[in-house]
């Protein structure tokens, strides 16, 4: 479909409006009620070189590819998962399908963790996300005694083995308390040393303010940015994610601040609910919502006898009303066929349709497209990464389907990746290599 040659025109190609760069007034004015724009976009050795509404102008003697008004998405971002677990599930299944149990399956299988493991899985994972078409990771790596070492040294050969492909970033992750300990000070080190960003899971406990004025102490200090796991749960008392927004408020933290999950507000009273996403918008926090995992893990019940019950609400956080609060909103795909969620397979695509069915993002669409691109890149600070624009590289998706209904409706599996201009040949890698 895309000619062998360094300059070339994608003749009625429908984008997203939303991940354009500079959009011009005329494009966006003939964007559809999916807020899709047709238009013709050329390529010149591998940067996107000029955009313009379809027909517009007359198209240079070049070699021109007529998509017909099929879509192009700009690469995905995916800015919240945990490569060190995935592709565990084999061994170590979630039996009951609780929050309870997923930590426990976990920890028996980290005591088997070896370096050759590790990398191997988490390559895994890469190779998945490259040839879904994603450009950018973060991902959050269990940082607790030996696994400050062992995760982290894979993590930093994968990245530098990666660098040509993927924008890879890493996240301590450990409990709050575990900042107040010595060994807590040798994985700030680490992060430090690794040019990572300070994570941490928050959980309701008497000393949390404690806890909470030590890890920004040491994020002002050491100039690192905070990434949090807060809330993944379905209690109104878990209040993390307030308490964290005015930490930042109280110490005026300037860096970069991401809060994932954030459950708990779907059920708390109103009046909580807006105090908190007040102090969040004043904060200037972004939110991650993981609707696959949170779907999967939150609201588990069993009856007397240990029968499965219905859940009753579906896991995930308030999208809506932090977007209309004017706050930051990105979707992730967390954990991949580990114990805290038995599926996936790091599809940027699969995030955004599942967000799109669980959180109602239809009826209007409106920008939703952002958060699995344009957001997420913003919040790993990648101006140029997860939109489209003359300047920009050519990076980005072809899909068969013409409309959004079409791209949701089906798997497309038969996506083109392009990379730099060029189509991506990689295939999904084989299970078998991770035996």
């Known amino acids: 479909m895309i000619p ?47 955009i313009a509404i379809a027909e517009s102008i007359e198209l240079e ?29 084999e061994r170590s299944p979630n039996i009951k399908g609780t929050f309870e149990d997923a930590l426990t399956a976990t920890f028996k299988d980290e005591e088997t963790w070896t370096t050759e493991d590790i990398y191997r899985r988490m390559e895994f994972g ?27 040294d894979v993590f930093n050969t994968l990245k530098k083995e990666w660098q040509d492909r993927l924008i890879l970033q890493g996240v301590s992750l450990a409990t709050l308390d575990y900042y107040l300990t010595a060994e807590g000070e040798k994985l700030v080190n680490k992060v430090v040393d690794s040019g990572g960003i300070l994570g941490s899971v928050a959980y309701i406990n008497p000393d949390l303010d404690q806890q909470i004025e030590r890890i920004f102490a040491i994020a002002k200090d050491r100039s690192l940015n905070l990434d949090f796991h807060v809330d993944e749960n379905g209690e109104a008392e878990s209040i993390c994610l307030s308490k964290i927004a005015e930490a930042a408020l109280k110490y005026q933290f300037q860096g970069k601040i991401i809060c994932g999950h954030c459950c708990s507000l779907a059920v708390q009273p109103e009046d909580i609910v807006q105090k908190t996403l007040e102090l969040v918008k004043a904060a200037n926090i972004g939110i991650v919502s993981l609707p696959m995992c949170n779907l999967y893990l939150q609201d588990r019940q069993y009856d007397q006898s240990q029968h499965p019950k219905t859940p009753r609400w579906r896991g995930t956080t308030l999208v809506h009303e932090l977007k ?25 695509l699969e995030v955004f349709k599942m967000a799109v069915r669980i959180c109602h993002l239809d009826r209007p669409f409106q920008d939703w497209l952002s958060t699995v691109t344009t957001i997420p890149a913003d919040f790993m600070g990648l101006p140029d990464t997860g939109r489209l624009g003359v300047g920009l590289p050519a990076d980005f998706i072809i899909f068969q389907g013409r409309y959004l209904s079409e791209i949701l409706s089906r798997c497309q599996s038969d996506r083109i990746v392009i990379r730099n201009g060029k189509i991506l040949e990689e295939k999904l890698p084989d299970y078998a290599e991770l035996d």
Do not use: E
Request: proline fraction near 3%; include cysteine; hydrophobic fraction near 40%.
């Open 61 to 89: 003697n070049i070699p021109t590819v007529d998509l017909q008004g099929k879509q192009i998405w700009p690469c995905f971002v995916d800015v919240h998962t945990h490569l060190d677990k995935g592709h565990i599930w």
């Open 324 to 348: 209309q609060a004017g706050i930051s909103v990105a979707f992730a795909s967390d954990n991949c066929r580990d114990p805290f969620y038995g599926f996936g397979d790091h599809d940027g």
């Open 4 to 50: 062998n040659t360094s300059c070339y025109w994608l003749k009625n190609v429908r984008v997203p409006v939303c991940v354009l760069t500079d959009v011009d007034g005329a494009i966006a004015a003939s964007a559809n009620t999916d807020g899709m724009a047709l238009v013709d976009i050329k390529i010149t050795s591998g940067i996107i070189n000029q």
């Open 126 to 152: 890469l190779k998945c996300s490259y040839v879904h078409g994603t450009k950018a990771i973060r991902t959050h790596l269990d940082s607790a005694g030996r696994l400050i070492d062992i995760n982290w």
